[in-house]
């Protein structure tokens, strides 16, 4: 199979319960994001868009061509999955940053919110290194599974692509047990390809 539609069927879509936002949807709502986040911060420069991998790559990699301001990409590696489908609710630092961020506005690009732990971890590791803000853009969330409140520190801002139901979502980057990231839409794998794996 291939990336693009093979006589009428989306690349393992057989694998999905449904497909929750095709190709076209997720495109039209990147392009939404960018014109927003350009808006936003044309007078909050120099802006510093930092992505966590590994599940934020295809996003970032299309926000950015859609913000149309100078910036600066870095990436950053924070853990809280294992091959599981629960979050492990303990979110590790794995790469620090090479770039100084002190007095820099940053835009932190999430693939999906969950519990929430990951990126407060995040948003404070980030405002101990001296950013001027920290605002977030989640492509996905999951708001009915926050166990942490999202704060975000004076200025910032918060941006997101769609509210996520509580099911468990592959594609655009988003895996399970490093499968699906490269499918281009995203959604509800089958309980079936996941339900055999051990605690």
């Known amino acids: 199979m291939t990336l693009a539609e093979e006589n ?33 911060f044309a007078e909050s420069l120099p802006l510093v868009v930092i992505g966590v991998a590994t599940g934020a790559f295809m996003f970032v990699a299309d926000l950015v061509r859609a913000i149309s301001l100078p910036i600066n990409v870095e990436f950053i590696r924070i853990q809280s999955y294992g091959n599981r489908t ?12 090479k770039l100084d961020i002190r007095g820099k506005h940053i835009l932190v ?16 590791y980030l ?3 001296g950013a001027a803000s ?4 989640a492509f996905l969330d999951k708001v009915s599974r926050r166990k942490i409140p999202l704060q975000l520190p004076a200025g910032s801002r918060f941006y997101r692509g769609f509210e996520c139901p509580d099911d468990f979502v592959v594609g655009y980057g988003m895996d399970f047990a490093e499968q699906y990231r490269n499918l281009p839409y995203i959604g509800v794998l089958k309980p079936s390809k996941y339900s055999s794996l051990p605690d």
Not at 90 to 95: E, G, L, N, R, Y
Not at 113 to 120: E, N, R, V, Y
Not at 134 to 137: G, H
């Open 109 to 124: 690009v999430e693939d999906i919110i969950d519990t929430g732990t990951t990126l407060a971890r995040l948003v404070l």
């Open 8 to 40: 009428g069927r989306l690349q393992a879509e057989e694998d999905m319960q449904k497909v929750l936002w095709s190709p076209a949807l997720i495109q039209q709502r990147v392009a939404e994001l960018g014109a927003s986040i350009t808006h936003d």
């Open 86 to 97: 629960e979050s492990s609710g303990v979110a590790v630092i794995s790469d620090e940053l």
């Open 127 to 129: 405002s101990g290194r």
């Open 134 to 137: 920290v605002s977030v853009c």
